[in-house]
């Protein structure tokens, strides 16, 4: 499986952006796809994830209200949308997946054995 996210940019706080995740390889279907981020200085963290049939999600508390996480099976890509950005959003986003997630481990990042190479979102104030 081969994930690529795009979509990050510079932009001021209060805006919005909309990052997406295409994959290649295998079924996409099949995959739970995971966003993480990277800021500067910090270690990764969970940001949201979303089950292969889209019915579960899962929002990280810090952006939750803020951001939402859906996919489009048809186009093989899992977005995300990220409104009413602060600066402390800023960092690189990752996208995962992996096809044996189970509900209780979408947070974690061992539970996904695929990984992109990161979107950097700069958010100003």
């Known amino acids: 499986v081969q994930l690529q996210a795009s979509g990050g940019g510079l932009v001021q706080a209060g805006g919005s952006l909309r990052l997406s995740c295409v994959t290649s390889?295998?079924?996409?279907?099949?995959?739970?796809i995971g966003w993480f981020r990277q800021a500067p200085g910090k270690e990764r963290e969970f940001v949201a994830a979303?089950?292969?049939?889209?019915?579960?999600?899962y929002i990280a508390d810090s952006v939750k209200g803020r951001f939402t996480i859906s996919r489009d099976n048809a186009k093989n890509t899992g977005y995300l949308e990220m409104n009413s950005l602060k600066p402390e959003d800023t960092a690189v986003y990752y996208c995962?997946?992996?096809?044996?997630?189970?509900?209780?481990?979408?947070?974690?990042?061992?539970?996904?054995?695929?990984w992109g190479r990161g979107t950097l979102v700069t958010v100003s104030s």
């Open positions: 995962a997946a992996d096809d044996s997630v189970i509900l209780s481990s979408m947070r974690y990042q061992a539970s996904y054995g695929y």
């Open positions: 390889g295998r079924t996409f279907r099949s995959y739970t």
């Open positions: 979303i089950r292969r049939s889209g019915g579960n999600t």
